[in-house]
């Protein structure tokens, strides 16, 4: 029988809002608490994981703080998920330097911390980096035996096209992660996600559901969408509806952005930027608007029930459309909280 000192906890460093932590809360893990720089997480993170949010960058954070949290309990579990922007395709002709600061510095906590076990979720382009080369062999030789894998989300019932670069690193043995518990014959489809909410105009707010509200287009952007079948992009519209940049041929590259989601195909990956037309294949699929704020929170699996916000004044597109494109979607974290739950079932723990 557990006892409270013997039962895993976990502390989250890089929360946000606490999708990762969310997970693993409805698979039973005790959350201790969350560390993020980004105030703004604060309601929304205590409010759905019954623990503490404390305010700080990870460079500045203080071992003695992280050891607080963790108190007597002696199954400890360290998980986070270092801003991914550095590792992206689109940022590594800057100083890459000044990127690997993060993950150095999440690696410097573990070495301090010595949690039992370790899980970080990242993009999978983290894996080229030496900084991650390194890490891994920082892991290893304080004696963690390390897996890693490249998650595509519909293979756990999660209706978006992302990819993601999840690792974990345990004292106890190798940690598996869990079968896949979809294949393209049943993934979860845009169908599946969306189709149940209200119609929204562009710019419209559902009166039962503030979340449920999308950006309003501009007359051009508006009739570009008009323009656009569903499953499509830009390539179908007239000339004069077209950027420049389409115009030239390397605008082949661009093919996704002003498109349109299909009812019946994968939902986009959710970024910082769903609620932007120019951005990615973030149209809805007839509606002649972008996704909203609750579509895309239900691309990233968040439940229904999950509090955002502490009042309908408080919503504003900036600030929700970075906590939801930030996060890791709920179902992901209870994949990885159920894979790390079997391994402590395993080796007895």
Not at 316 to 333: C, D, E, Y
Request: with cysteine; net charge positive.
């Amino acid at each position: 029988m557990r006892t409270a000192a013997n039962t895993p906890a976990v502390v989250d460093v890089f929360c946000g809002v606490g999708g990762l932590s969310h997970g693993f809360r409805k698979e039973g893990f005790k959350i201790l608490g969350g560390i993020d720089v980004d105030p703004s997480c604060k309601y929304a993170f205590e409010t759905n994981n019954d623990a503490p949010f404390i305010e700080r960058s990870v460079e500045d954070l203080q071992t003695d703080e992280v050891s607080e949290l963790f108190g007597k309990h002696k199954l400890r579990i360290l998980i986070g998920c270092a801003p991914c922007q550095p590792f992206s395709p689109y940022n590594r002709k800057k100083n890459e330097t000044d990127n690997w600061k993060l993950l150095r510095n999440f690696s410097q906590l573990v070495s301090e911390i010595q949690p039992d076990i370790i899980s970080m979720e990242n993009v999978p382009q983290l894996v080229h980096h030496p900084v991650f080369a390194e890490f891994i062999r920082d892991l290893e030789s304080a004696d963690y035996e390390v897996t890693k894998y490249i998650v595509f989300c519909p293979d756990y019932g999660i209706p978006q096209r992302r990819r993601r670069l999840v690792l974990f690193a345990s004292k106890f043995g190798r940690v598996e992660l869990l079968p896949k518990t979809h294949t393209p014959e049943n993934y979860r489809l845009v169908r599946d996600a969306i189709s149940k909410l209200s119609p929204l105009k562009s710019g419209g707010v559902d009166p039962k559901d503030p979340l449920h509200r999308c950006r309003n287009l501009s007359p051009l952007n508006l009739e570009r969408i008009r323009n656009t079948p569903e499953g499509g992009a830009w390539q179908t519209w007239d000339d004069s509806l077209k950027l420049d940049c389409h115009k030239k041929r390397g605008g082949v590259s661009f093919r996704a952005v002003y498109g349109r989601m299909r009812w019946d195909g994968l939902g986009s990956t959710i970024t910082t930027e769903f609620c932007n037309l120019g951005t990615g294949r973030f149209g809805h699929p007839d509606q002649d608007r972008t996704i909203s704020i609750r579509e895309a929170a239900m691309f990233q699996t968040f439940p229904k029930y999950f509090r955002f916000v502490r009042r309908k004044s408080d919503i504003t597109f900036n600030q929700l459309t970075r906590h939801i494109g930030n996060a890791v979607p709920v179902k992901l974290g209870r994949v990885i909280a159920k894979s790390i739950k079997l391994h402590l079932e395993q080796s007895e723990r």
